[in-house]
């Protein structure tokens, strides 16, 4: 089983203990964007969006985005599935859901709704779940030949920190662009995440620059976030650049969904000593979620996509 369904199941699990949350759902067809000429409608998307307790408007617009780009993703893997001619037979599908329904039901931390009700909170459906299963699947089977030993291991070594445990203390300033709309608002974060870096470059204090312009819970603690893993819930491009740097090195801006970052690394944590014959299987996984992740790219980059917003 591959990450993409192991997130699947990490999904509901996180669902089922937010269950008392209610579904909005508004009969509106207007459509919010299309996809090699294929919708999706204002519809499908408030269907799924989650009445979430005490939600303000920057949080539901938030979930309003990642259910969009969801459903783009849907759109681009289907098509995807079809043009590489992935079979994945009905009794795959159902093999996988009922493993998923036992696991729900032998864990005692979850017991109570169905997973047909936990779908059904987020303003999702049985079949949009198998869809997904599908797509794993799928995806899986199309990897399976590609990923030899030698891509394993060649991204076993470039990819250590991933397996080994390593961790490294950060410290970042960020300017956050959730509330921007224009180009020229854009432009000015950017500036200023430069001009930051500058003083920094010249030898201005990076805990006190935090303090005075990061818009983060941490700008408090000097921008101290404390030691953090690859692996981990950070956006990619954070840990990305985070784990490229050496001891007292700062960053260049780094983009992410919440603005523009600078990123410090105080102090670093070795990891243990691991060998590829012992972790292949999850060696395996992770290489095959990256390889997902730069197909997707791809298909987004070669797709028409309009975005009505």
């Known amino acids: 089983m591959n990450k993409w369904l192991t997130s699947l199941i990490c999904f509901i699990l996180v669902v089922l203990q937010q269950v008392a949350f209610s579904s909005e759902s508004k009969q509106q067809s207007d459509v919010v964007a299309t996809v090699n000429g294929k919708k999706i409608t204002l519809e499908a998307v408030t269907k799924r969006l989650t009445d979430f307790k005490d939600a303000d408007s920057e949080t539901l617009n938030a979930v309003k985005q990642e259910i969009i780009d969801q459903l783009i993703t849907d759109i681009l893997l289907e098509e995807f599935i079809d043009k590489q ?27 109570g709704p169905s997973l047909e009700k936990v779908l059904a909170a987020v303003g999702s459906d049985i079949n949009e779940f198998k869809k997904g299963i599908k797509h794993s699947i799928a995806l899986e089977k199309y990897f399976n030949n590609k990923v030899d030993d030698e891509t394993l291991m060649k991204f076993f070594e470039e990819n250590k920190s991933l397996f080994n445990g390593e961790s490294i203390r950060v410290s970042h300033i960020l300017i956050d662009t959730r509330d921007l709309k224009t180009q020229e608002e854009f432009s000015k974060a950017l500036e200023k995440i430069k001009n930051i870096k500058k003083e920094i470059d010249r030898g201005a204090s990076f805990d006190e620059l935090a303090r ?70 999850n060696v395996r996984l992770e290489a095959i979620d990256a390889e997902i992740l730069k197909l997707l790219e791809r298909l987004r980059k070669e797709a028409q996509i309009v975005i009505n917003q």
């Open 85 to 111: 001619g992935l079979i994945v037979a009905p009794e795959e599908i159902e093999r996988e859901v009922e493993r998923i329904r036992s696991d729900i039901a032998g864990n005692q931390e979850y017991n």
């Open 212 to 281: 005075k312009h990061s818009a983060h819970l941490s700008a408090q603690e000097g921008g101290d976030m404390g030691f953090i893993q690859r692996k981990g819930s950070l956006a990619k491009p954070f840990l990305d650049a985070a784990f490229s740097l050496q001891i007292g090195e700062v960053s260049e801006p780094v983009k992410t969904e919440y603005g523009y970052h600078l990123i410090k690394v105080t102090d670093k944590k070795e990891g243990s000593n691991i060998k590829f014959a012992d972790i292949k299987r």
